[in-house]
């Protein structure tokens, strides 16, 4: 069950990380006749407020607040990664190396301490020279080195550096390492067979700070770990087990699998949650989206979107956009106008004018910073790029 335990950690933590890149979308396309069709809408963007004092958005920009702060605690786990690599590395070199049992040795002065990384075991030079009598120590460590424990450790803390803030983390990372001294455990115990003189032996040792990277002899001594040295399980619990793991990762994996599906089935209505629509069992072409004419679509299964992002483009607009003096002095405290524009197949913004009916100046302010903002990456439909329409809000702030 140990082995089974450490697979099935393994394989669904990988998995989780996976799964989500698997394109079931494409993988089960054209299983259904159905299509939704859109009645057609123009995609509407988040309103954009200018303060004519102060030309800003007001609205925290919590984005680049995560981005920053998750940048800080990648390279904070980084760091302490490389730290830890170091300090093995860093006592390899200045310990005294030999080879017993085929296997390389580092002696460390480091009283009480016995661990092992990769293909090495350090230990406490003092402890080493009484090892024919401590052997449970060393098989312990040995198990250690030949199952590759080492392997899963570097796995869970690499993928920490970029994980340090998901919870389920460090969850892994414990049970992965709880796990392995099971393993280790039970390698003792199948040469040995005496489980309290074995005991014993632990409880000489107190549990010392090492490396978070290294296996070490006296790792998490607890009293679950006594308790699982003496129990044994059925094979008819094991059997069980095992078969009840293996179908609820086959039905995680098609329950993932038909969400994708379904997603991207209702992926048009997601476009615009209150858009209303229909369902026909009808061709694309039928519907009215035809991608072969050069008329810009209202609905996409791809939207245009800045080359730099939504936020950069808000930024820019923000940048350029000058009030006209003639509405300063106007008595209005908010002015509101819509643009309407198309995005070119090029990324250009083309077809810009003004619908609500709003101050002329205004209105041409509006044009002329749009016809001199960045290309936008264009829209796709039907795996196509194709001409696609929006709609900007903007409400100005006149303060008098």
Aim: hydrophobic share 40%; with cysteine; proline share 3%.
């Amino acid at each position: 069950m140990f082995w089974f335990n450490r697979w099935y950690l393994l394989v669904t933590f990988a998995g989780s990380l996976t799964i989500p890149l698997l394109p079931f979308n494409e993988t089960f396309g054209g299983v259904f006749s159905v299509n939704t069709v859109l009645l057609p809408q123009t995609i509407l963007l988040n309103e954009l407020v200018i303060d004519q004092n102060t030309s800003t958005i007001f609205q925290f920009d919590w984005i680049s607040v995560l981005k920053i702060f998750f940048a800080i605690g990648t390279a904070f786990f980084l760091f302490r990664f490389f730290r830890e690599l170091i300090k093995i590395n860093q006592l390899r070199r200045q310990s005294e190396k030999i080879i017993y049992d085929d296997l390389l040795v580092c002696k460390i002065p480091h009283k009480q301490q016995v661990f092992s990384f990769w293909k090495t075991i350090f230990i406490d030079q003092n402890l080493f020279e009484t090892i024919n009598k401590k052997d449970s120590i060393w098989i312990h460590e040995k198990t250690h080195i030949q199952q590759w424990h080492s392997a899963d450790v570097l796995l869970i803390e690499i993928c920490k550096v970029f994980l340090w803030f998901h919870p389920m983390i460090y969850l892994y990372e414990r049970h992965i390492k709880m796990n392995h001294e099971y393993l280790a455990d039970q390698a003792v115990l199948k040469q040995t067979n005496d489980v309290k003189s074995y005991q014993y032996q632990l409880l000489d040792y107190l549990e010392n700070t090492n490396n978070p990277l290294a296996s070490t002899f006296n790792f998490k001594l607890t009293q679950k770990r006594f308790i699982m040295m003496k129990s044994k399980t059925s094979p008819t619990v094991k059997m069980i087990t095992k078969v009840f793991v293996a179908f609820g990762i086959i039905a995680t994996i098609t329950f993932v699998a038909c969400t994708e599906k379904q997603e991207s089935q209702t992926e048009k209505q997601d476009v615009r949650r209150d858009m209303p629509y229909v369902e026909l069992a009808v061709d694309e072409a039928e519907s009215g989206y035809n991608v072969d004419t050069n008329e810009p679509l209202k609905f996409v299964e791809q939207k245009a979107q800045p080359s730099k992002g939504m936020q950069m483009f808000f930024s820019e607009f923000l940048r350029k956009f000058n009030t006209p003096k003639e509405v300063v002095s106007n008595e209005q405290k908010e002015i509101k106008l819509k643009l309407n524009f198309v995005v070119e197949k090029d990324g250009s913004l083309s077809d810009i004018y003004e619908t609500t009916g709003a101050d002329k100046l205004l209105a041409e302010e509006g044009i002329r910073v749009l016809k001199s903002m960045s290309y936008w990456i264009p829209a796709q439909h039907e795996g196509k790029v194709v001409r696609s329409t929006f709609t900007l809000p903007i409400k100005i702030r006149v303060n008098h």
